[in-house]
C-alpha cells in the first residue's frame, strides 16, 4: 500500500535540498544492488533525520540498525563538537559496507559501530543520549525502546522508523507479524506518561518521542 502518494513524494524530493555527493552514491549504490534496498531512509528521510539532528545538536546519538550507514552519516552531521554516534547492525555484511563508507566519508572519529545483537550491545555502552533512532526488526521495537529510555536525557529525542509499516497497521484486523508489534509499540509509546510524541507521515513514518 503507498502510504504518501507517489506523486506527492516525488514533489517533496524535488524541493529538498541535495544531499551530498557520498550521500547520493551510497543511496544510488544501495538501491542498485542491495536485495533489501527498501530499507534505506534515503534522500527525503535522511535529510529529515539531518535537520533534526543539527536542531538537537547531540552529544552522544545511538542508531539501532546500521544498514549501509546513510542514516548514521545524515545524524551524525548535527553531531556538537567532539560528540559520537554508536551505531549497532547485525548483519556483518551490511556492517562491513558502512564501516567503507564511515571510512570514506572520514567520519571514523565521529561514528563508532558495533556489530552484533543489539539487546546485548546497548545495556553494555555506559552512555547517556540526547538523541537515539530506531530502525530495526519490529517485533523488539519495545525491548529497544525500554533499554534506551532511562538512559535519555530528558527533552533527549528517539525517533522510531516504519511506525506506519506499509500501511499494514491500519488493516483491521491487522494480520502482519512485524505491523502487529509495530502497532503494538505505537500503543505502548501513546500510553507511557514518560514521554510525548508526534507522529510523522514522511516515507513509511517516523514518530518523534521526547523525554520529559
Known amino acids: 500500500m503507498d502510504i504518501i502518494n507517489p506523486s506527492a513524494q516525488a514533489y517533496a524530493d524535488k524541493y529538498t535540498s541535495a544531499s551530498d555527493d ?11 544492488n542491495h536485495p533489501q534496498a527498501q530499507m534505506l531512509s ?17 552529544n552522544r546519538i545511538l542508531e539501532i540498525g546500521t544498514f549501509t550507514g546513510f542514516s548514521a552519516l545524515c545524524l551524525a552531521k548535527g553531531l556538537a563538537p567532539n560528540g559520537k554516534l554508536h551505531t549497532i547492525e547485525l548483519r556483518e555484511a551490511d556492517a562491513t559496507t558502512a564501516r567503507q563508507n564511515f571510512h570514506n566519508a572520514k567520519a571514523n572519529d565521529q561514528i563508532i559501530l558495533h556489530p552484533g545483537n ?20 519490529k517485533v523488539n521495537y519495545i525491548n529497544y525502546y525500554e533499554l534506551v529510555l532511562p ?3 530528558k527533552n533527549g529525542l528517539i525517533l522510531a522508523d516504519n511506525v506506519l509499516f506499509h500501511g499494514e497497521v491500519l488493516e483491521n484486523p491487522i494480520t502482519g ?10 500503543e505502548h509509546v501513546k500510553n507511557d506518561d514518560r514521554v510525548e510524541q508526534v507522529m510523522v507521515t514522511i516515507r513509511d513514518g517516523v514518530m518523534l518521542i521526547r523525554k520529559k
Open 22 to 32: 557520498l550521500l547520493d552514491k551510497i543511496e544510488k549504490h544501495t538501491l542498485a
Open 42 to 58: 534515503g534522500h527525503l528521510q535522511g535529510k529529515f533525520l539531518e535537520f533534526i539532528s543539527h536542531m538537537v545538536r547531540p
Open 118 to 137: 543489539a539487546l546485548d550491545i546497548i545495556p553494555a555502552l555506559g552512555e547517556n543520549w540526547d538523541l537515539v533512532f530506531i530502525d530495526a526488526d
Open 151 to 153: 538512559a535519555l536525557n
Open 177 to 186: 507479524k512485524n505491523a502487529k508489534a509495530i502497532h503494538d509499540f505505537n
